[in-house]
């Protein structure tokens, strides 16, 4: 156990810790007017030595950066120097001190930070102790507008109070107004000793009450502290709770993946009972034909017969006996095509029970599709909230160091991202199954599709220690193809290779040879059996079950690869020895002709509805976000403000519309799918808008509409769900923040 000075000492420590703490969100929360001509962030402890709160510093420096800046920490004692820094920090202040250092600083934009000053009209941000070593601060934002300072919302949101100036004021005033009366009494003393014992009581009964006003304050005071700490507390359990429902969301998610599995499985195996349906109406219909040319030849006995029976007359016995025979032919040609009617009567009953069943298993399959594609939407929505929001929370977790709850919450978005690709996988399966599907024909430049696909793959190579080499020629003439769904497909083969061969070698090629595009993905990793290699391009199947256990994964990348190529009229081969590893070839013949079979791609399904927000008369680039989805705007905006940006939001089209006209932003990012109106008819309406019609357009949806971008000219296409960083980095590329270096 600690002893009593140990534990003291602790508690010291964590006090300073969390002292240094709120000096960094207090920089953090709070803009400078020349931010971007800063090259570090300095920061004045003004102290004759250095205090525990400057190690604090220096350590926080040392792991953090501020505003992207480098910190640095200095201990100043003397006043004339403190105008250089952005941030001064005073533990023991005192009125004369606080003088000088505002003569100092006049005029420069510089924040004053002090500890437990009581003199409120003179503070910035003063940290306020309170019980349990715990601490609390207050605002004067009247002194940080007059410095040159602005104070974003987010300073008070993080546990402190705004002072009240106008109450300061009052409160100057009456107690100017006391003293005035105070002075009057003493010369009226003075002037007159022999007052009475009657107003010496009055002036005693006046200062009771006055006691009485300051333990009313005071007992309102140690009310508003209890307030907070409640307020903090609830905090807490609140941040607990959002942990709690995601881990729960996590295992909804998982319970739904199984259904979904048991669904196909079932979906397959009526397909099967309808392709064994189809050969038994063929076997059917090969007998029903060949009794049919039975009856015809019977028919043509008949006439011949009756032609003999004709020239038959003279001989009479010969006669008598051709009739008998005509009249028993006839009986048996009856019979048989009594007989042969009534089994065509039972073959036509039978085909149209099949015909039936085949027509109810069509529908089933395309009820699958359009389930599988539903469900993959229903799912991808939640999931962008939850790996939004966790990625929000370990931001924070990060700077009060939580590594256990960080651990946690980054296997969260692991398993979220793991959820999410087997989601994307069944949607497009879903989609080429069902003919929705179609190829956007263009010219493709094999090179720039490699060098993304390494990019793509790249931490899974650097994760399994893998060595990648690649042999990669344009040829003379690009060729024309679906640049999308060729990545898609070198993608799927070098991920597939990375995760088989670790710490081994991946060798990609890449060749136009005019007539044809010649792909390959070579690995030396597992290997398969060459039974393996016949159920290798099937939908949710891998080599076998160990590697599915051992190695992870759904099976539907190299199913769907195999659709993409022959969509193109191409063709994918495996070739492969056990413990040998494996080499995949794709082969699309030139040039390529877009099959009619694959149509375009369905809709998403209705969100809820966000509150627009509206504040165009603020600094920074402006940043317009038209969405139905509240989860996606609350996550997406507090990202981009964090980043500098303005950010305005707008729930349907008609708001969003009316926001733009009055902001004119810098940057509009815009939803297909909005409750009042298609994103298409609004993005059309923006560009026919002379104020409006040159401002860049980010197309942000959960439907693969990306053909529709190059008719339209939408600066950029992104499809739901996106990362943050995604979006971050699309619109600092089309509008740089004002006040980042």
Same mark, same amino acid.
């Given at each position: 156990?600690?002893?009593?000075?140990?534990?003291?000492?602790?508690?010291?420590?964590?006090?300073?810790?969390?002292?240094?703490?709120?000096?960094?969100?207090?920089? &953090?929360?709070?803009?400078?007017?020349?931010?971007?001509?800063?090259? #570090?962030?300095?920061?004045?402890?003004?102290?004759?030595?250095? =205090?525990?709160?400057?190690?604090?510093?220096?350590?926080?420096?040392?792991?953090? &950066?501020?505003?992207?800046?480098?910190?640095?920490?200095?201990?100043?004692?003397?006043?004339?120097?403190?105008?250089?820094?952005? !941030?001064?920090?005073?533990?023991?202040?005192?009125?004369? /001190?606080?003088?000088?250092?505002?003569?100092?600083?006049?005029?420069?934009?510089?924040?004053?930070? =002090?500890?437990?000053?009581?003199?409120?009209?003179?503070?910035?941000?003063?940290?306020?102790?309170?019980?349990?070593?715990?601490?609390?601060?207050?605002?004067?934002?009247?002194?940080?507008?007059?410095?040159?300072?602005?104070?974003?919302?987010?300073?008070?949101?993080?546990?402190?109070?705004?002072?009240?100036?106008?109450?300061?004021?009052?409160?100057?005033?009456?107690?100017?107004?006391?003293?005035?009366?105070?002075?009057?009494?003493?010369?009226?003393?003075?002037?007159?000793?022999?007052?009475?014992?009657?107003?010496?009581?009055? +002036?005693?009964?006046?200062?009771?009450?006055?006691?009485?006003?300051?333990?009313?304050?005071?007992?309102?005071?140690?009310?508003?502290?209890?307030?907070?700490?409640?307020?903090?507390?609830?905090?807490?359990?609140?941040?607990?709770?959002?942990?709690?429902?995601?881990e729960q969301r996590t295992k909804e998610l998982n319970?739904?993946?199984?259904?979904?599995?048991?669904?196909? #499985?079932?979906?397959?195996?009526?397909?099967?009972?309808?392709?064994?349906?189809?050969?038994?109406?063929?076997?059917?219909?090969?007998?029903?034909?060949?009794?049919?040319?039975?009856?015809?030849?019977?028919?043509?006995?008949?006439?011949?017969?009756?032609?003999?029976?004709?020239?038959?007359?003279?001989?009479?016995? !010969?006669?008598?006996?051709?009739?008998?025979?005509?009249?028993?032919?006839?009986?048996?040609?009856?019979?048989?095509?009594?007989?042969?009617?009534?089994?065509?009567?039972?073959?036509?009953? /039978?085909?149209?029970?099949? /015909?039936?069943?085949?027509?109810k298993a069509e529908d089933a399959s395309q009820a699958?599709?359009?389930?599988?594609?539903?469900?993959?939407?229903?799912?991808? =929505?939640?999931?962008?909230?939850?790996?939004?929001?966790? $990625?929000?929370?370990?931001?924070?977790?990060?700077?009060?160091?939580?590594?256990?709850?960080?651990?946690?919450?980054?296997?969260?978005?692991?398993?979220?991202?793991?959820?999410?690709?087997?989601?994307?996988?069944?949607?497009?399966?879903?989609?080429?199954?069902?003919?929705?599907?179609?190829?956007?024909?263009?010219?493709?430049?094999?090179?720039?599709?490699?060098?993304?696909?390494?990019? =793509?793959?790249?931490?899974?190579?650097?994760?399994?220690?893998?060595? +990648?080499?690649?042999?990669?020629?344009?040829?003379?003439?690009?060729?024309?193809?679906?640049?999308?769904?060729?990545?898609?497909?070198?993608?799927?083969?070098?991920?597939?290779?990375?995760?088989?061969?670790?710490?081994?070698?991946?060798?990609?090629?890449?060749?136009?040879?005019?007539?044809?595009?010649?792909?390959?993905?070579?690995?030396?990793?597992?290997?398969?059996?060459?039974?393996?290699?016949?159920?290798?391009?099937?939908?949710?199947?891998?080599?076998?079950?160990?590697?599915?256990?051992?190695?992870?994964?759904?099976?539907?990348?190299?199913?769907?690869?195999?659709?993409?190529?022959?969509?193109?009229?191409?063709?994918?081969?495996?070739?492969?020895?056990?413990?040998?590893?494996?080499?995949?070839?794709?082969?699309?013949?030139?040039?390529?002709?877009?099959?009619?079979?694959?149509?375009? #791609?369905?809709?998403?399904?209705?969100?809820?509805?966000?509150?627009?927000?509206?504040?165009?008369?603020?600094?920074?680039?402006?940043?317009?976000?038209?969405?139905?989805?509240?989860?996606? !705007?609350?996550?997406?905006?507090?990202?981009?403000?964090?980043?500098?940006?303005?950010?305005?939001?707008?729930?349907?089209?008609?708001?969003?519309?009316?926001?733009?006209?009055?902001?004119k932003p810098q940057v509009i990012t815009l939803d297909?799918?909005?409750?009042?109106?298609?994103?298409?008819?609004?993005?059309?309406?923006?560009?026919?808008?002379?104020?409006?019609?040159?401002?860049?357009?980010?197309?942000?949806?959960?439907?693969?509409?990306?053909?529709?971008?190059?008719?339209?000219?939408?600066? $950029?296409?992104?499809? &739901?769900?996106?990362?943050?960083?995604?979006?971050?980095?699309?619109?600092?590329?089309?509008?740089?923040?004002?006040?980042?270096?």
């Open positions: 156990m600690l002893s009593a000075h140990s534990f003291a000492q602790n508690q010291s420590v964590n006090k300073q810790r969390i002292t240094a703490s709120y000096i960094y969100n207090f920089a &953090k929360n709070i803009e400078w007017p020349n931010e971007a001509a800063m090259t #570090s962030f300095d920061i004045a402890v003004f102290s004759g030595e250095k =205090t525990p709160v400057y190690s604090e510093l220096e350590m926080l420096a040392e792991k953090v &950066k501020l505003k992207n800046l480098p910190i640095t920490i200095s201990q100043v004692s003397a006043v004339k120097t403190l105008a250089k820094y952005q !941030l001064i920090y005073i533990e023991n202040p005192n009125s004369q /001190a606080i003088t000088d250092i505002y003569s100092a600083v006049e005029g420069k934009p510089v924040l004053l930070v =002090t500890f437990d000053f009581p003199n409120k009209q003179l503070v910035m941000i003063n940290l306020v102790p309170v019980n349990n070593e715990r601490l609390r601060f207050e605002v004067n934002k009247s002194n940080l507008i007059n410095q040159g300072l602005k104070p974003l919302p987010e300073l008070i949101l993080n546990g402190g109070t705004e002072i009240d100036v106008a109450k300061l004021f009052r409160e100057g005033q009456t107690s100017l107004v006391n003293l005035q009366k105070q002075m009057q009494i003493r010369e009226k003393t003075l002037a007159d000793l022999t007052a009475s014992i009657q107003s010496q009581e009055a +002036l005693n009964s006046r200062l009771e009450k006055q006691m009485t006003d300051l333990n009313k304050s005071i007992q309102k005071s140690d009310a508003l502290i209890a307030a907070q700490n409640e307020q903090l507390e609830k905090g807490k359990q609140e941040r607990l709770a959002l942990v709690s429902e995601v319970i739904q993946q199984a259904e979904l599995k048991t669904i196909v #499985s079932e979906i397959n195996a009526r397909e099967k009972r309808v392709a064994e349906l189809d050969k038994t109406i063929k076997t059917q219909e090969v007998e029903l034909k060949k009794q049919k040319d039975a009856i015809a030849s019977l028919d043509e006995t008949v006439g011949i017969q009756k032609k003999a029976l004709m020239y038959s007359w003279g001989l009479v016995i !010969l006669g008598l006996a051709l009739v008998l025979t005509v009249w028993y032919a006839y009986n048996v040609k009856r019979r048989d095509n009594q007989r042969l009617a009534a089994h065509a009567q039972d073959l036509q009953f /039978a085909k149209d029970r099949l /015909a039936i069943a085949k027509r699958k599709g359009e389930f599988l594609s539903l469900m993959s939407h229903e799912l991808r =929505t939640p999931l962008q909230a939850i790996i939004g929001y966790t $990625e929000v929370v370990i931001e924070d977790l990060k700077l009060n160091d939580d590594q256990v709850h960080i651990k946690d919450l980054t296997r969260v978005i692991n398993n979220s991202e793991r959820l999410l690709k087997l989601i994307n996988g069944v949607l497009d399966l879903a989609k080429i199954e069902s003919g929705r599907m179609q190829l956007d024909l263009t010219e493709v430049k094999l090179s720039s599709l490699v060098d993304d696909a390494v990019g =793509t793959v790249k931490p899974l190579l650097e994760k399994n220690d893998i060595q +990648l080499k690649t042999d990669v020629d344009d040829g003379s003439l690009l060729p024309v193809a679906d640049p999308e769904k060729l990545l898609h497909m070198m993608i799927n083969l070098l991920g597939n290779a990375s995760k088989f061969s670790p710490k081994g070698l991946v060798t990609l090629k890449a060749y136009n040879e005019g007539h044809r595009i010649f792909i390959s993905v070579a690995d030396t990793g597992i290997g398969m059996s060459l039974e393996q290699q016949q159920h290798i391009f099937d939908p949710f199947r891998q080599a076998d079950s160990s590697t599915t256990r051992k190695f992870q994964g759904s099976g539907l990348g190299l199913s769907i690869t195999r659709q993409l190529c022959e969509m193109m009229g191409g063709t994918i081969e495996v070739q492969s020895q056990l413990g040998a590893g494996a080499t995949f070839i794709v082969d699309i013949p030139l040039p390529i002709e877009a099959d009619t079979r694959f149509g375009e #791609s369905g809709v998403g399904s209705d969100q809820d509805v966000a509150e627009a927000e509206q504040n165009p008369d603020a600094t920074g680039n402006h940043i317009v976000m038209i969405d139905d989805d509240p989860a996606f !705007l609350d996550i997406m905006a507090r990202t981009m403000r964090r980043e500098g940006y303005v950010v305005h939001t707008a729930y349907d089209a008609e708001t969003g519309f009316k926001l733009l006209q009055k902001v297909l799918l909005l409750p009042d109106q298609h994103g298409w008819l609004l993005f059309e309406k923006i560009k026919a808008e002379a104020e409006l019609k040159d401002i860049p357009v980010i197309i942000i949806s959960i439907m693969d509409d990306r053909k529709n971008t190059s008719k339209r000219q939408a600066e $950029e296409y992104l499809t &739901k769900p996106i990362r943050r960083e995604t979006l971050k980095l699309a619109v600092q590329r089309l509008a740089p923040p004002h006040n980042k270096s």
